[in-house]
């Protein structure tokens, strides 16, 4: 699959108010670039303006590769009135396109749920929703998805699993994920940023191809550097009243830009 790179450069206000900006975010085609920060820094806001759900915000500046894509929104947004299957081919349906159950029931089965097929969204438990539009995003065959904290209501094992099929299914795809686990971010980005009030920063990721075993030494080393930079753990020799904050260059370790790419892209 073709799949392009997304650049966004520009500034966005919603009701007048700063969310973020001037920001320059660039996403390598055909990889997978983890977008992490605080909430309410903007992070869904760059989702949906990729998406072209950009109504409500005003943004200044230029986007690319933001056609043909799929978005798998923080919400489920599944309609209660339609069986789970319906669920997931309901993009088919609307654009008028022809349905391939088979196809679906297939991605349905790979996320566990093909004996849920034909119940409502109602009778599902949370997590179970989720894997449900997890299928339909994965059914959707588009060269660029976008993923807002797709496996957040997950437990622990099957988030793994979800993950693994994630890269399986999206393989050539230029993926944008938006995610709060720095685990997550370190075991599948290849590009790793973090956005906070301040701007975007960029964060070496462990070497190695997506997805990377959890408790491999250098994913827990980017993960640690993450939260870090996150300002989820302390610095090490900061706990003292006065000492002096270490800058992020000493927190990451020196490496050459897009050394998490896969070959053929650096
Ligand atoms: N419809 C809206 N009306 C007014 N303000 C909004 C609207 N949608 C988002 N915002 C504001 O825009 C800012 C960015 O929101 P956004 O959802 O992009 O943040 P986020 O980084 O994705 O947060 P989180 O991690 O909590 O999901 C927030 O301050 C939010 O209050």
Excluded: Y
């Excluded at 085609?29 to 820094?41: E, F, I, M, N, R």
């Excluded at 008028?96 to 991605?107: K, S």
């Excluded at 994630?166 to 686990?181: N, P, Q, S």
């Amino acid at each position: 699959m073709n799949a392009p790179a997304l650049a966004l450069h520009g500034t966005a206000h919603i009701a007048g108010r700063l969310v973020f900006g001037p920001l320059s975010l660039n996403a390598p085609a055909g990889c997978w670039t983890c977008l992490l920060g605080p909430s309410g820094v903007g992070k869904s806001t760059i989702l949906r303006l990729f998406a072209g759900l950009g109504d409500g915000i005003a943004f200044d500046g230029a986007l690319s590769g933001a056609g043909q894509v799929a978005l798998m929104a923080q919400d489920d947004l599944l309609l209660p009135w339609l069986s789970v299957l319906d669920n997931v081919t309901l993009g088919a349906r609307l654009r008028g396109q022809a349905v391939d159950g088979g196809a679906a029931l297939q991605v349905l089965e790979r996320v566990g749920l093909a004996d849920r097929a034909g119940d409502r969204p109602g009778d599902l438990s949370g997590g179970q929703r989720q894997r449900v539009a997890l299928a339909r995003t994965l059914t959707e065959d588009r060269p660029v998805v976008l993923l807002d904290e797709p496996f957040s209501a997950l437990d622990a094992r099957t988030r793994a699993q979800m993950q693994d099929l994630t890269v399986e299914l999206l393989t050539g795809r230029t993926v944008l994920l938006v995610t709060h686990d720095p685990a997550e971010a370190a075991r599948l980005g290849h590009v790793l940023f973090i956005l906070t009030e301040d701007g975007l920063q960029e964060v070496p990721p462990p070497d190695g191809p997506i997805p990377r075993p959890v408790g491999d030494a250098a994913v827990l080393a980017a993960q640690a550097r993450l939260l870090t930079h996150l300002g989820a753990v302390p610095v090490a020799g900061a706990g003292t009243r006065g000492a002096a904050p270490r800058a992020p260059r000493d927190i990451f370790p020196k490496k050459e830009p897009g050394a998490g790419l896969p070959r053929g892209r650096r």
